[in-house]
T-cell receptor, first 111, second 118 residues
Framework: GIQVEQSPPDLILQEGANSTLRCNFSDSVNNLQWFHQNPWGQLINLFY???GTKQNGRLSATTVATERYSLLYISSSQTTDSGVYFCAVCRRGSTLGRLYFGRGTQLTVWP | GAGVSQSPSNKVTEKGKDVELRCDPI?????LYWYRQSLGQGLEFLIYFQGNSAPDKSGLPSDRFSAERTGGSVSTLTIQRTQQEDSAVYLC????????????????FGPGTRLTVL
């Protein structure tokens, strides 16, 4: 398989602060997705980003495929950003579609 | 809505009973995946269906687990003779083309079925 490591495991912020979440992976990938798992357990797609940079409102993500890492930036955090953020990858060259997930970053934003 | 739907949302069963979990993928999506999320194991892959091809069953934890996909759409995950370690949230996802294009496209997840085995 492919190893996916996320850091930090836990992050506590005051509302309005910025944060950076990191995802390291052990092999070449053709799919990298960032998800936010809300308190009801739903996995919400944030980005599909096997390489490059994308932005969506207060969130942006960058994947440096050659160095095997991705970063998720959250700016001006809000209490509704709380939850677990997962990074998941699919190994390049695999004919199988499975995603390998990291253990997640638990984000808590206080008002 | 247009998202992936799953039923039931919650299922409580007794050890040894069989259960069936249902997934309705996004209309037009050819690829369908099952994962499960448990406290000890995190999120792990179970099975992948790509169009009419034979499914990739390599993630199924035991022969008590099986899945089928009828008509290239709805899928059912069946767990026979449930055990307490089967307690988890079972998540279904779908994507437009899966790996048929040589890559791997965005997977969209359903709300999950929380299975509790007493």
């Amino acid at each position: 398989g492919i190893q996916v490591e996320q850091s930090p495991p836990d992050l506590i912020l005051q509302e309005g602060a910025n944060s950076t979440l990191r995802c390291n992976f052990s092999d070449s990938v053709n799919n990298l997705q960032w998800f936010h798992q809300n308190p009801w357990g739903q996995l919400i797609n944030l980005f599909y980003i096997p390489s490059g940079t994308k932005q969506n409102g207060r969130l942006s993500a960058t994947t440096v495929a050659t160095e095997r890492y991705s970063l998720l930036y959250i700016s001006s955090s809000q209490t509704t950003d709380s939850g677990v953020y997962f990074c998941a990858v699919c190994r390049r060259g695999s004919t199988l579609g499975r995603l390998y997930f990291g253990r997640g970053t638990q984000l808590t934003v206080w008002p | 809505g247009a998202g992936v739907s799953q039923s039931p949302s919650n299922k409580v069963t007794e050890k040894g009973k069989d259960v069936e979990l249902r997934c309705d993928p996004i209309s037009g999506h050819t690829a369908l995946y099952w994962y499960r999320q448990s406290l000890g194991q995190g999120l792990e892959f179970l099975i992948y269906f790509q169009g009419n091809s034979a499914p990739d069953k390599s993630g199924l934890p035991s022969d008590r687990f099986s899945a089928e996909r009828t008509g290239g759409s709805v899928s059912t995950l069946t767990i026979q003779r449930t055990q307490q370690e089967d307690s988890a949230v079972y998540l279904c996802a779908s994507s437009l083309v899966g790996t048929s294009g040589g890559g791997s496209d965005t997977q969209y997840f359903g709300p999950g079925t929380r299975l509790t085995v007493l």
